[in-house]
């Protein structure tokens, strides 16, 4: 799994309500406390703070990486998400990956 570090790019997985971010709202990470908590800030356009959030790892996705320069491809994203499931969840997920998978191979002989 990609482990977040000082001003990665991350993704909310989830609202948070009580900052008025949105599902899928980016911020930067700026302050690391361990290795599970961070603090994120949300930023505007304009580049005026949105809101300062202390977010454990569950929280979020890594997007974009400062040390590289690059986005965090889109395969590494999946399995950041996937590695935070439960295991139940996980099964599901490489069954449907799978049936997906079968499903393309069918289309492309036909």
């Known amino acids: ?6 001003y990665d790019v991350v993704e909310l997985l989830y609202p948070m309500e ?12 700026v302050l690391e406390f361990n290795e599970h908590a961070f603090e994120v800030e949300f930023m505007n356009e304009a580049g005026e703070t949105l809101a300062l959030c202390t977010l454990t790892r569950n929280q979020f996705l890594v997007v974009w990486q400062a040390a590289t320069g690059e986005a965090v491809p889109l395969a590494e994203q999946v399995a950041q998400l996937v590695a935070l ?26």
């Open 18 to 29: 009580g900052e008025n971010l949105p599902a899928g709202a980016e911020g930067t990470i």
């Open 1 to 6: 799994m990609t482990k977040p570090e000082l």
């Open 85 to 110: 499931l439960p295991q139940e969840a996980r099964t599901e997920v490489m069954d449907f990956a799978r049936f997906l998978s079968v499903r393309q191979a069918q289309h492309m002989v036909a």
